[in-house]
Structures are given as structure tokens and as C-alpha cells.
């Protein structure tokens, strides 16, 4: 079981905003979705069910990217050739 | 390059979220003929929201892989669909533009994600359209809307420029009024292309032909399980029965990972959206942000605002399902009994060459009825398996249910795209 607090955690780790009212409805439904998950619990793990991964790497190489324009031309009022962000203090 | 192609229809199912008018094209297998794309694939200077308040405004720089090849075959690009918000839907509904109406019963959503891309081709506004599937979300939209929709293995259609929700799973695929068509959009998007890490470098589609006759066909006892319409489960099983009249040998068997799929697929979706997402925080593109609030603020503030509920809940979720002590219960889990999808597959194409089964395990639901978050998710457990292992599979019309469209559902090994194309054509010919 989930409870409010936790959902109001993980809501400020992925700042994500949510109101009290949303805290219950999110609170509710998690629980139903994880109880759903629960089914998990009896996969094993190992042997023939561990997952075979591995990464591939491209050569660190210099190419051609965007025109520094087109990366500003999304953002909301850049300075100077630069993002503008909110304060950070 | 420079004709140019007037597409003036009305859009009485809300299929577009953006209508360009008048589009370029040029010559090449596409020539003039008006392709539309789901709007989470980004188009140079056309606005691209992925259904979503956050992206409003949005102009992409770049066109994705899969733009630049429909532009260098000729094709019009006449506007960019409806979808659910970042894909994280079966119904279109949670679109920031509203609902998109099912053109075979307009009381009804066509699917989703892709259901503007769906309905674009149902209605008959366009050809061809291109969509993207992470869960099923090119063929539950086709199976809903009456026509044909192609998730390719994962790897043979470029991701560059596709903006991501769960990575791992999703593919760019075609919708169409008909196999051929389908397989033509198919044929100009597949191949290489080194800038997305993941594709594959594979011969070009072989030209298409009907071929089902000496074709092992499975079909596993759990796609006809618990939560499957009877109806749809009787007309999709005529589909099979016709399937053997071509000549196809119809092979019983079991998938008993099936009952993991679902879980692992949701598990891994929302873990994955929950760092993709991450980077929608008003400083670089989409809506702006409180530069005067303090940034954990101003982010949350303008992550509740453009998200959806849907979203919302995802990122939440799966953030949960990837945090301290939990990992190993959900995450590591999932991808666990993901490896048991993949050997499963890998296990039954060792006898047969495809399965085949219902595409959903309803009809189209009716608008504003889905309030129940688990209850939509498990719309999608006959078509993630397809997506945890990476396989091909298709949707093609097989008859109606309760007088709205059915699906039939065939999954490839993987790479073997041409092979149930092929099959699907046989079927819709009738001719093996």
C-alpha cells in the first residue's frame, strides 16, 4: 500500500505538481495499478529469465549539429545566445 | 521538388491537430499522394505537440528519419494527428486537443494512441498515414477503425526524431485503408540509419505478394483468455478458419508468460516515460516557465499545468516504480518476465511461422467511458507482448462485432515483416 505522503514524495523527487484534492484519486489509483503489478512478485529471476543486455557505442566523434539559432528558437525569451532558466537561488 | 498539393477536407472527426493546407511533394513511389503523420514525429517548421499542452508552440529544427524518406519519395505531408498525450493512451482521449471521433461509429473513440492517424485513413481524408506503437498503439486504433496498421520489428524504422515515451518498445509504423498501401508506406521507412543507435541494417523490403498457403500458423490458447469479448473471439476465430481455407496450417499452442506481459510492459513504459520526460521543463522548448519562482517550483508548477492527468499519473508511477527499495520489486521484475515474452516468441517460432489471434479483446469504446485507469490498461494485453519482444505485427480487418470493426492480429519473427504482409494480403484478397 501507497499512502498520500508517498505519493506527495514521489510527486516532489519528479516535480510534478499536485494538489491536495489530487492526492486521494492518485492515492487510490496507485494502489489498484500496484496490486495489479503484484503479479510480479512470482517471476523468478535468474537463469533463463535474466535479461541479456549490452550497450553500443558510437565513436566520440565531432559532426555537424544544429545551427545555433535553431536550438534557440524554441525558448522562451533567450539572452545573448543563451537559455534563460528559472533561478536556482 | 515543387508541386504542390491542396488538401482542403473538413475534418469532421477531429482527426488533425495541425492541417497544412498546402503541402510540397515531389516525384518518387509517393508522388502526390497526401501522407499524414502522428504529431509526436518531428517535422521542420511544422508545430509538433505529442497531443500535449507542454509542446504547445512547439517548432521542431529537424525533420525526423522518417520525414526526410517520405519527402524524398514524393509524398505530401498534409498535417500532423490527434493522439493520445505522449502516446500514454488507448482512445485518444487524453489528447490536450480533444477527442478524436471513430469514422465507424462517431459516438465511439477510434483507438490510440494513433487514433488521428487512424481516423485520418478511415474516413478517407488520407491514404496512408504514419502512427507509432509502444503498446499497441498503431493497431489497436486500426483494429477499432476498420483498417490496416503495421508495428515493425523493433530497430527496422529509424527513431531519430520520434519524441520518446518509453524507447525500449515503441516503433514507427504505417496505417492504411489496405495491405498494399500498408506495405508501401512500410517499404519507404524501413532501412538503416546510423543516427539511431538501435537500427538495424537489413535487406530492403522484398515487392509483395499473397502468400499463406503452407504457412504454420499459431495460436496460442491465452490470446483467446479471460477479458476477451466473446463476439470478437468468434469473428477472429472465423478469421482463423478462413486462414486455413488458404491453405495455412493452424497450429494450437500456449504462451504462458502471457500472463506477465501486461504488467511488464506497464512497469517498463512508466519507468522509462518517467526519465524521458524529464526534459519538459519550459526552458528549452514548449510552454514557458515562471523564470521568477525557484526552479523545483517554477518545474512543477509548469509540469502540472502542461501535463495531463494521464501523463501525470505515469511519470509518477513509474518514477515510484524505479525509486530506493522498489526497483527490484517492479523494475527488475518486469524486465525479467520480459525475457520470458522474448523466449516465449523465440520458443514457438521454432514450429510455427506466425501467430495469429484477436488484435483487442473488444470493439471501440464509447466516448468518456473509460475512467478507470486499469481498466483501459488492460485493453492492451493482446498487443505488448508483441512490443517486450521487439517482433512485427500487424492488425487487418477480419469482420464486425457487435456491427464495428474487428481486428486479426498476426505477429513475425523478427525482420519478417514481408512474411506476414504477405499472409495479410492473402487474407484480405482471399486468395493464397
Given at each position: 500500500?501507497v499512502?498520500?505522503?508517498?505519493?506527495?514524495?514521489?510527486?516532489?523527487?519528479?516535480?510534478?505538481?499536485?494538489?491536495?484534492s489530487?492526492?486521494?484519486?492518485?492515492?487510490?489509483?496507485?494502489?489498484?495499478?500496484?496490486?495489479?503489478?503484484?503479479?510480479l512478485?512470482?517471476?523468478?529471476?535468474g537463469?533463463?529469465?535474466?535479461?541479456?543486455?549490452?550497450?553500443?557505442?558510437?565513436?566520440?566523434?565531432?559532426?555537424?549539429?544544429?545551427p545555433?539559432?535553431?536550438?534557440?528558437?524554441?525558448a522562451?525569451?533567450?539572452?545573448d545566445?543563451?537559455?534563460?532558466?528559472?533561478?536556482?537561488? | 521538388?515543387?508541386?504542390?498539393y491542396?488538401?482542403?477536407?473538413?475534418?469532421?472527426h477531429?482527426?488533425?491537430?495541425?492541417?497544412?493546407?498546402?503541402?510540397?511533394y515531389?516525384?518518387?513511389?509517393?508522388?502526390?499522394?497526401?501522407?499524414?503523420?502522428?504529431?509526436?514525429?518531428?517535422?521542420?517548421?511544422?508545430?509538433?505537440?505529442?497531443?500535449?499542452?507542454?509542446?504547445?508552440?512547439?517548432?521542431?529544427?529537424?525533420?525526423?528519419?522518417?520525414?526526410?524518406?517520405?519527402?524524398?519519395?514524393?509524398?505530401?505531408?498534409?498535417g500532423?494527428?490527434?493522439?493520445?498525450e505522449?502516446?500514454?493512451?488507448?482512445?485518444?482521449?487524453?489528447?490536450?486537443?480533444?477527442?478524436t471521433?471513430?469514422?465507424?461509429?462517431?459516438?465511439?473513440?477510434?483507438?490510440?494512441?494513433?487514433?488521428?492517424?487512424?481516423?485520418?485513413?478511415?474516413?478517407g481524408?488520407v491514404?496512408?498515414?504514419?502512427?507509432?506503437?509502444?503498446?499497441?498503439?498503431?493497431?489497436?486504433?486500426?483494429?477499432?477503425?476498420g483498417?490496416?496498421?503495421?508495428k515493425p520489428?523493433?530497430g527496422?524504422?529509424s527513431?531519430?526524431?520520434?519524441?520518446?515515451y518509453?524507447?525500449?518498445m515503441?516503433?514507427?509504423?504505417?496505417?492504411?485503408?489496405?495491405?498494399?498501401?500498408?506495405?508501401?508506406?512500410?517499404?519507404?521507412?524501413?532501412?538503416?540509419?546510423?543516427r539511431?543507435?538501435?537500427?538495424?541494417d537489413l535487406?530492403?523490403?522484398?515487392?509483395?505478394?499473397?502468400?499463406?498457403?503452407?504457412?504454420?500458423?499459431g495460436?496460442?490458447?491465452?490470446?483467446?483468455?479471460?477479458?476477451?469479448?466473446?463476439?470478437?473471439?468468434?469473428v477472429?476465430?472465423?478469421?482463423?478458419?478462413r486462414?486455413?481455407?488458404?491453405?495455412?496450417?493452424?497450429?494450437?499452442?500456449?504462451?504462458?508468460?502471457?500472463?506477465?506481459?501486461?504488467?511488464?510492459?506497464y512497469?517498463?513504459?512508466?519507468?522509462?516515460?518517467?526519465?524521458?520526460l524529464?526534459?519538459?521543463?519550459?526552458?528549452?522548448?514548449?510552454?514557458?516557465?515562471?523564470?521568477v519562482r525557484?526552479?523545483?517550483?517554477?518545474?512543477?508548477h509548469?509540469?502540472k499545468?502542461?501535463?495531463?492527468?494521464?501523463?501525470?499519473?505515469?511519470?509518477l508511477?513509474g518514477?515510484?516504480?524505479?525509486?530506493?527499495?522498489?526497483?527490484?520489486?517492479?523494475?527488475a521484475?518486469?524486465?525479467?518476465?520480459?525475457?520470458m515474452?522474448?523466449?516465449?516468441?523465440?520458443?514457438l517460432?521454432e514450429?510455427?511461422?506466425?501467430l495469429?489471434?484477436?488484435?483487442?479483446?473488444?470493439?471501440?469504446?464509447?466516448?468518456?467511458?473509460?475512467?478507470?485507469?486499469?481498466?483501459?490498461?488492460?485493453?492492451?494485453?493482446?498487443?505488448?507482448?508483441?512490443?517486450?519482444?521487439?517482433?512485427?505485427?500487424?492488425?487487418?480487418?477480419?469482420?464486425?462485432a457487435?456491427?464495428?470493426?474487428?481486428?486479426?492480429?498476426?505477429?513475425?519473427?523478427?525482420?519478417?515483416?514481408?512474411?506476414?504482409?504477405?499472409?495479410?494480403?492473402?487474407?484480405?484478397?482471399?486468395?493464397?
Amino acid at each position: 500500500m501507497v499512502s498520500k505522503e508517498d505519493v506527495a514524495h514521489i510527486a516532489t523527487i519528479a516535480d510534478i505538481g499536485v494538489d491536495e484534492s489530487e492526492l486521494e484519486l492518485f492515492t487510490s489509483q496507485f494502489n489498484t495499478i500496484l496490486d495489479y503489478f503484484d503479479v510480479l512478485d512470482s517471476v523468478p529471476v535468474g537463469g533463463d529469465a535474466a535479461p541479456l543486455r549490452s550497450n553500443v557505442f558510437r565513436n566520440d566523434e565531432v559532426v555537424p549539429s544544429l545551427p545555433h539559432d535553431d536550438v534557440l528558437m524554441n525558448a522562451t525569451d533567450p539572452e545573448d545566445g543563451f537559455i534563460r532558466a528559472p533561478r536556482v537561488i | 521538388m515543387g508541386s504542390q498539393y491542396s488538401f482542403d477536407h473538413p475534418d469532421p472527426h477531429n482527426a488533425f491537430i495541425t492541417i497544412c493546407h498546402e503541402a510540397e511533394y515531389g516525384e518518387g513511389p509517393l508522388s502526390g499522394i497526401p501522407v499524414a503523420v502522428k504529431d509526436n514525429i518531428s517535422t521542420a517548421g511544422i508545430e509538433t505537440t505529442c497531443g500535449s499542452n507542454i509542446l504547445k508552440g512547439y517548432i521542431p529544427p529537424y525533420d525526423a528519419h522518417v520525414i526526410t524518406l517520405l519527402r524524398s519519395a514524393g509524398a505530401a505531408i498534409v498535417g500532423k494527428t490527434n493522439m493520445d498525450e505522449f502516446g500514454m493512451g488507448t482512445t485518444t482521449e487524453t489528447s490536450a486537443f480533444g477527442p478524436t471521433l471513430n469514422p465507424a461509429d462517431t459516438t465511439r473513440a477510434p483507438g490510440g494512441s494513433s487514433g488521428g492517424s487512424a481516423a485520418a485513413v478511415a474516413s478517407g481524408m488520407v491514404h496512408m498515414a504514419l502512427g507509432t506503437d509502444t503498446g499497441g498503439s498503431i493497431r489497436c486504433p486500426a483494429s477499432f477503425c476498420g483498417i490496416v496498421g503495421l508495428k515493425p520489428t523493433y530497430g527496422r524504422v529509424s527513431r531519430y526524431g520520434l519524441i520518446a515515451y518509453a524507447n525500449s518498445m515503441e516503433q514507427i509504423g504505417p496505417l492504411a485503408g489496405n495491405v498494399r498501401d500498408c506495405a508501401l508506406l512500410y517499404s519507404v521507412i524501413a532501412g538503416h540509419d546510423p543516427r539511431d543507435g538501435t537500427s538495424l541494417d537489413l535487406p530492403a523490403p522484398a515487392p509483395l505478394k499473397p502468400e499463406i498457403a503452407g504457412k504454420r500458423i499459431g495460436v496460442p490458447a491465452e490470446f483467446f483468455g479471460e477479458g476477451v469479448d466473446p463476439t470478437v473471439a468468434s469473428v477472429v476465430q472465423s478469421g482463423i478458419d478462413r486462414l486455413e481455407g488458404l491453405g495455412a496450417e493452424i497450429i494450437s499452442c500456449s504462451m504462458p508468460s502471457m500472463q506477465y506481459a501486461l504488467a511488464a510492459y506497464y512497469v517498463t513504459s512508466m519507468s522509462e516515460a518517467s526519465s524521458n520526460l524529464g526534459r519538459y521543463d519550459g526552458v528549452r522548448f514548449g510552454m514557458a516557465p515562471d523564470f521568477v519562482r525557484l526552479w523545483h517550483d517554477a518545474y512543477s508548477h509548469i509540469r502540472k499545468t502542461g501535463f495531463g492527468e494521464e501523463v501525470r499519473r505515469r511519470i509518477l508511477l513509474g518514477s515510484f516504480a524505479l525509486s530506493a527499495g522498489y526497483k527490484g520489486k517492479y523494475y527488475a521484475k518486469a524486465q525479467a518476465a520480459r525475457q520470458m515474452v522474448r523466449n516465449d516468441f523465440a520458443r514457438l517460432f521454432e514450429t510455427v511461422d506466425m501467430l495469429a489471434g484477436p488484435t483487442m479483446p473488444c470493439v471501440a469504446l464509447p466516448l468518456g467511458e473509460t475512467s478507470n485507469p486499469l481498466s483501459m490498461y488492460l485493453a492492451d494485453i493482446l498487443t505488448v507482448p508483441a512490443n517486450l519482444a521487439g517482433v512485427p505485427a500487424l492488425s487487418v480487418p477480419c469482420g464486425t462485432a457487435h456491427t464495428l470493426p474487428v481486428g486479426l492480429q498476426l505477429i513475425g519473427k523478427h525482420g519478417a515483416e514481408d512474411e506476414i504482409l504477405s499472409a495479410a494480403l492473402a487474407f484480405e484478397e482471399g486468395s493464397a
